[in-house]
């Protein structure tokens, strides 16, 4: 028999990921130029005090579905970066109004701002589709 290794509970921290996921995170709230308000928005609105202090240090202990978030916010970067080489195009495309059925004419920023991780899902799921993966 093989050995198995003992799944992480939902509820113990990662450490070891949160400093390198919360600077690879601020380093794309400042290239899409997000306001505080938003980028702790799509962190899922984490107390205040955590937020800069997060911010400040570029290190923590987020929680899981911090770092769930986290993901794919690096997931929609990396695929805006694909889709459009050009960087400030890449970065633009968030706020522009945008006709696909998951928008319905709103921003890709907007239906991210929502709150629910789901939406962030989403605006992956779309990018990942139309870079061919799915």
């Given amino acids: 028999m093989s050995p198995r290794a ?3 509970p939902a509820s113990r921290p990662l450490p070891d990921l949160g400093g390198p ?3 690879a995170y ?3 709230a400042r290239a899409w130029d997000l306001k505080n308000a938003e ?3 799509l962190l899922g609105d984490p107390p205040e005090s ?3 202090k997060w911010k400040k240090q570029q290190d923590g202990s987020p929680g899981r579905d ?3 978030r986290i993901s794919y916010v690096l997931g929609i970067f990396k695929a805006l970066q694909v889709l459009f080489p050009d960087p ?6 968030l706020r522009k109004p ?5 928008f319905g004419g709103g921003s890709a920023l907007e239906r991210m701002l929502s709150g629910n991780v789901a939406d962030l899902f989403v605006v992956r799921s779309y990018l990942d589709a139309q870079r061919g993966w799915q």
């Fill in 39 to 41: 980028a702790r928005r």
């Fill in 88 to 93: 400030t195009r890449a970065d633009a495309w």
């Fill in 98 to 102: 945008n006709a696909a059925l998951p």
């Fill in 50 to 52: 955590t937020w800069y």
């Fill in 6 to 8: 003992a799944p992480i």
């Fill in 26 to 28: 601020f380093a794309i």
């Fill in 21 to 23: 996921a919360l600077r």
């Fill in 66 to 68: 911090v770092l769930e």
